[in-house]
């Protein structure tokens, strides 16, 4: 296949995507990180030639298609995995202290979410809470208190529905000041748990949380986003897969952390207003 004939073929693919999903050349030029004027330059048909390599890719993984079937060379549809890893990184702050996390709620709004905290739930931190993560830097306290209100407003949309688990021990450990919340006070604490308890009520049952027996189960920090997205936190960066059937094997072991829960979803808030706070 000559050139001419492969840029004709990858067009009308990329226009069965589109229609596919029903996208607007601006939303797909957004979806695959490409200016609108370009893209509609690269579908009008007027220059022939292939679009760049990093384009495609975008497409690919964007879609989860192969880059083969994108430019026409195989009839199968086929998974990125041909052609691109299927896990990658992506760093947990660009230059500017912004995290991805955002782009990737909006992306999957209407979807799943199933969420595993690295500490507590980032929509319910209290400011005092926040104020003691970041210690003396302004900067960082202020993408907490960014990044606590969008996590927040991403819970309260009508179309929520987000499922979390943790270890019933992180709250046991917070309420006790132990660990990294060792020189917390005491009324600080139990501020952040009624607000925990009060939040949980205003959002079941479209934010439900669940408790584990962290001295039997283990999970992860991650975010699953339906099945298309599933992101582990690693602290410096957040391992990043794409891959189906992984997400698939996540989202299933997740889910055993619910059925074995000590605590679920509509004891959470009761249970959470019966921890003693102690001094510490």
């Not at 919340?181 to 949980?200: D, F, K, N, S, V």
Request: proline share 4%.
């Amino acid at each position: 296949m000559d050139k001419r004939s492969a840029a004709s073929q990858f067009r009308q693919r990329l226009a069965m995507l589109q229609a596919g999903e029903g996208l607007t050349q601006t939303a797909l030029a957004q979806a695959i990180g490409l200016d609108r004027s370009a893209l509609s330059q690269l579908m009008s048909g007027q220059n022939p030639r292939l679009p760049r390599a990093e384009t495609v890719l975008a497409i690919a993984r964007r879609f989860q298609v192969s880059t083969d079937w994108l430019l026409g060379l195989s009839d199968e549809r086929g998974t990125l995995t041909q052609a691109l890893n299927i896990v990658d990184t992506e760093a947990a702050l660009d230059d500017q202290g912004r995290t991805a996390m955002e782009r990737w709620h909006a992306e999957v709004a209407g979807q799943k979410v199933r969420y595993v905290p690295a500490q507590l739930p980032d929509l319910m931190r209290t400011e005092a809470v926040i104020a003691f993560q970041a210690r003396a830097s302004t900067q960082e306290r202020q993408r907490l208190q960014n990044q606590t209100r969008t996590r927040l407003h991403f819970s309260r949309m009508p179309e929520s529905d987000i499922e979390t688990c943790m270890p019933l021990q992180a709250l046991e450990l917070f309420a006790a000041g132990q660990g990294i919340w060792q020189g917390l006070p005491a009324p600080a604490r139990a501020e952040q748990l009624e607000h925990i308890a009060a939040t949980l009520d205003e959002l079941y049952p479209a934010f439900r949380l669940y408790l584990y027996d962290g001295r039997s189960r283990f999970a992860p920090p991650m975010t699953l986003f339906g099945y298309t997205r599933a992101t582990l936190y690693t602290g410096e960066f957040y391992l990043h897969i794409r891959a189906r059937a992984l997400i698939h094997d996540l989202a299933r072991g997740f889910d055993s952390q619910i059925r074995h829960a000590r605590v679920h979803a509509h004891q959470a808030a009761e249970w959470v207003r019966g921890q003693r706070v102690s001094e510490g």
